[in-house]
């Protein structure tokens, strides 16, 4: 199996293992979906930082802590309060919607990225990357139109777009800090910061845990580590470009752990405005646009070799 792997090209290999991380991905929604109702949101965070860090020390035992020295301990504070930001935000949502209705309303992460690399690192906010932010912003309003009451936006639709700005504030931190920074320190400080945040949090409304909501909880550690390293083998062997369509695989994936495990479809406009949310994406990758998806993964991995150093943080 492994030959015949080798045997295909770079591009192909990249996209397969994209797929594959995506499918990883959505166990991670499962697993935080199927802990129970009665576990608060902060208390889900709490546990799943914990069992990670737990890992994380047992490897550490091995290979001990050179790969996790610093140069940037104030970055890697704000960079792990959004990234488990945005997972309090994207749990919260889980609670209230399917698992397909929340990756949707996030694909919108990507266009943020780009909005904040103008207004932060003074990237030049071009016309394309206009047309592409506002097809963007018609999609989301034609996800959220079934759900709003007037006005009012529910708070699991609010909770998804929270997370998908937060991962792409933390996105931009992580381009930045991949040029001092590990792979393993970019993976490890922001499990430690979480501990320290969230654990004190969850413990004002701590509820007892079953075993089992103990163990989906590591289970969304496992799978969110295991995305994170084939979203690495992906950008390693293919180019940015090429393997980020294979990202909006998780729709369908999504669709079909709704199905499976919680017997549950979103209304199909979320098909519709997903789809004008990724036009706008592909619209920014168009002959050399910006690459948001390129970003997003290679960032979200804290590698720095899996990609070219573009202008983008």
């Known amino acids: 199996m492994t030959g015949t792997l080798m045997r295909l090209s770079g591009n192909v290999r990249g996209v397969l293992w994209m797929t594959a991380a995506m499918a990883s991905g959505v166990f991670v929604d499962v697993c935080a979906k199927l802990v129970s109702h009665d576990v608060p949101t902060a208390q889900i ?4 930082a914990v069992t990670t860090v737990a890992v994380f020390l047992i490897v550490l035992m091995f290979i001990g802590v050179r790969p996790i020295r610093t140069r940037r301990p104030m970055a890697h504070i704000a960079r792990g309060i959004l990234w488990y930001g945005s997972l309090f935000f994207v749990f919260f949502a889980l609670r209230q919607m399917s698992i397909a209705e929340v990756n949707a309303y996030l694909f919108i992460e990507a266009l943020l990225t780009v909005l904040l690399a103008v207004v932060i690192l003074g990237e030049k906010l071009t016309a394309r990357k206009m047309i592409a932010t506002l097809l963007g912003l018609v999609g989301v309003w034609v996800m959220c139109a079934p759900r709003m009451d007037g006005f009012g936006v529910p ?4 909770a998804a777009l929270f997370g998908a700005f937060c991962f792409s504030a933390q996105t931009l931190f992580a381009k930045v800090m991949t040029r001092t920074e590990t792979n393993f320190s970019m993976l490890f400080w922001p499990q430690i910061i979480a501990v320290v945040i969230w654990v004190p949090i969850a413990l004002i409304s701590w509820q007892p845990a079953s075993f089992a909501d103990w163990a989906y909880s590591a289970g969304a550690g496992f799978f969110a580590m295991m995305t994170n390293y084939m979203v690495l083998r992906a950008v390693r062997v293919a180019d940015a470009s090429v393997v980020s369509p294979a990202a909006y695989t998780a729709l369908p994936f999504s669709v079909a752990m709704d199905l499976i495990f919680f017997d549950m479809l979103p209304v199909p406009v979320i098909f519709v405005g997903a789809g004008i949310v990724i036009l706008a994406v592909m619209l920014l990758d168009y002959k050399g646009g910006a690459k948001p998806q ?4 290679a960032e979200e991995v804290g590698d720095d070799e ?4 573009p202008a983008e943080a």
């Open 294 to 297: 390129q970003i997003d993964d």
């Open 45 to 48: 965070i709490a546990m799943r």
């Open 306 to 309: 899996a990609s070219p150093k």
């Open 155 to 158: 708070l699991g639709v609010a």
